[in-house]
């Protein structure tokens, strides 16, 4: 089991960062990749970023490249998501993921929600106009 924790979401206003966190416990050996994913009211859960848990590599969505960073903190079981020039449209509820059953998720990347195997609570974030 893998428990995932997040923080850092808030209000900002567009143009603004934020940095969020996912701090990672249990059996973390066990993860071949993590994710952020979002939801905004009335939207499907969307793929943001995610990165391996076992290697250099990471994958973004179109809507994020070259706005938003996805990293590892020097503790090895925080996840980081540093995000900048926010947009309006990126207001949603912001979940970390884990990928435990597929090794792939850790050479090529997973998009799907339903490769993921462990979720976080979830942290809103707020971009206003």
Known sequence: QVQ????GGGLVQAGG??????AASGDTFSMYA???????PGEE???VAAMSWRSDNTWYADSVKGRFTISRGYAKNIMYLQMNSLKPEDTAVYSCAAAARFEHCGGYGCYRSNE???WGQGTQVT???
Do not use: I, N, T
């Open 17 to 22: 960062s934020l940095r969020l966190s996912c």
């Open 116 to 118: 993921y195997d462990y």
């Open 4 to 7: 995932l924790v997040e923080s």
């Open 127 to 129: 971009v206003s106009s």
């Open 34 to 40: 993590m994710a952020w994913f979002r939801q905004a």
């Open 45 to 47: 859960r969307e793929f």
